[in-house]
Structures are given as structure tokens and as C-alpha cells.
């Protein structure tokens, strides 16, 4: 966790991620705004780094309460809070597996970054049921999980490889184990398949809503997408939106979105 910590602290810049990576961002909130329908709901964002998704549900009239690993990405929020004159209901320093402290019962939860980064099964498994310890009934559970075609899918992007040695066998490994070491680059960090991440949601007694390959064919294609006028974003982000549930085409995304009903 401590080294999962300072690279939010002191390495990365997750606030402007969503804006070199828009097309994940935009799918992602047609989803939200698919399945958080109701109006003035308490809504718990798990592990929301800066908190992109917290203040964009905020701005719809959610209560929404942050919890994150990063004190820097506590700070961003506060300071974004202020310049969007957008108020959560509380920003917390915490850990998504130890979640006691935590005193109430939501509407809907967001998952949306620990599972990137616990490398154990059993942690995984606990962070999603101590989530749910907090959801209410008929609440909605929304996590994403990074896919493990998502290195072999950064460097199509960028068109370059990763690594010294071996770089195709390490970029291939990740389909074996999914294990990301933070000598590796990025941080450490677990990438899964759209069938384990599925799989893992079966365990608990929730009502599988959707589960989407977020970018699929888009993705290797962002940095030219975003180039383009408004309204050809838009219509590519729409075509993006219907693709996004289609099975023969998550393996083209970097993260999988699940949506379950408790």
C-alpha cells in the first residue's frame, strides 16, 4: 500500500488523466448516468483519487462522499471543490480494506480504483465486501478493473515497447498472471481478464446490471479522436457506448466497467 501511496502522491497526476483519456471518461459517465437514475441519492466513491467522478455525480445533486488512499489527491479535491464550487460531503483518507470507520449506508457505491491494485485475491475479495457491508439494499454497486490486454494496448497507443528485455514475452505475461511489480513501470498494479473480473463479481449476491469493455476499438485511436471537432467526438464517443457491451470486443479495451444490483 505505501508504495501504491507515493506514486499518488508524488509521481502521478490522476486529475488530468481523464482529459488526455476522455473517451474512458465519457463512456464511463454515460453509464453513471444510465444507472444512477434517481434524484439526491448518498453515493460512497471508494479509492476516487482526485475525484473526476465524485464532483461530476456532486454536480447532479448526489451526496457524494470521497475516500482515497493519496493525501495529494485528498488536497486536489479540496482545491478542486473550491474552483468548481462543487461541496462533497466528506473527503477521507482511508484505505478500502478497512472500512469500520465508516458510519453509514449508501445508495450507490463506486469501486472504481482499488481493484487496480490489489494484487491478492483474497484482497480483492475484501475490498468488495467490506464496499458492501456499506450498500444498501436494491443499492447499486459500480467497479472497474483494469483489463489485461491494457499494456499491450498502451503501447500500440504510443506505438513503442516497454522493458528491456524480452519486451514482447513481458507484455504477453500479463494474459498468465496479470501482476504488475512498480520496478515495471506504473505502480503496483493487477490487470485482469473480462472473464476472471466477471467471475469474481459471481461470488456475491448481486444482479449483474452490465459489464462493458469501456474503450474497445477506440482506444488505439484516442490521441487522433480527440483532435477532432466536438461534434465528431461526440459521435465517436456514442459509437463507443454501443460497442462497449459486445463480448468479441473487451479484450480491445484497458478497463472493464461492472454494474450489479445488491
Not at 502522491?9 to 488526455?20: A, K, M, P, T, V
Not at 463512456?27 to 473526476?52: A, C, H, Q, V, W
Not at 488505439?220 to 479522436?225: H, N
Not at 483532435?227 to 463480448?247: A, H, M
Request: include cysteine; charged fraction near 30%; proline fraction near 2%.
Amino acid at each position: 500500500m505505501k508504495s501504491i501511496e507515493d506514486f499518488y502522491d508524488n509521481l502521478y497526476d490522476e486529475w488530468s488523466r481523464l482529459d488526455r483519456h476522455r473517451i474512458e471518461f465519457e463512456i464511463t459517465k454515460m453509464y453513471l448516468d444510465k444507472y444512477i437514475s434517481n434524484e439526491n441519492l448518498e453515493i460512497f466513491d471508494i479509492g476516487g483519487g482526485p475525484g473526476r467522478y465524485s464532483f461530476y455525480l456532486a454536480s447532479k445533486g448526489h451526496k457524494v462522499t470521497l475516500l482515497d488512499l493519496s493525501q495529494h489527491n485528498i488536497d486536489v479535491e479540496k482545491e478542486k471543490s473550491k474552483e468548481l464550487n462543487i461541496e462533497l460531503e466528506d473527503y477521507i483518507k482511508g484505505n478500502a480494506l478497512e472500512l469500520d470507520n465508516i458510519n453509514k449506508n449508501f445508495d450507490v457505491i463506486l469501486l472504481m480504483g482499488p481493484l487496480y491494485h490489489l494484487i491478492k485475491e483474497a484482497d480483492r475479495k475484501k475490498s468488495i465486501e467490506e464496499a458492501l457491508k456499506l450498500l444498501k439494499d436494491d443499492g447499486i454497486l459500480i467497479a472497474s478493473f483494469i483489463s489485461n490486454y491494457a499494456p499491450i494496448q498502451d503501447s500500440l497507443l504510443h506505438l513503442r515497447f516497454y522493458g528491456e528485455e524480452n519486451d514482447v514475452a513481458e507484455l504477453l505475461s500479463y494474459l498468465n498472471d496479470g501482476i504488475n511489480n512498480e520496478e515495471d513501470g506504473f505502480t503496483t498494479a493487477y490487470f485482469t481478464s473480462a472473464i476472471e473480473a466477471q467471475n469474481l463479481m459471481k461470488n456475491y449476491h448481486l444482479e449483474q446490471l452490465t459489464f462493458a469493455g469501456v474503450e474497445n476499438i477506440l482506444g488505439c485511436k484516442e490521441r487522433e479522436i480527440l483532435t477532432l471537432p466536438e461534434e465528431d467526438i461526440r459521435k465517436w464517443v456514442e459509437l463507443g457506448f454501443n460497442l462497449s457491451q459486445d463480448k468479441l470486443l473487451y479484450g480491445t479495451s484497458q478497463h472493464y466497467l461492472y454494474i450489479g444490483r445488491k
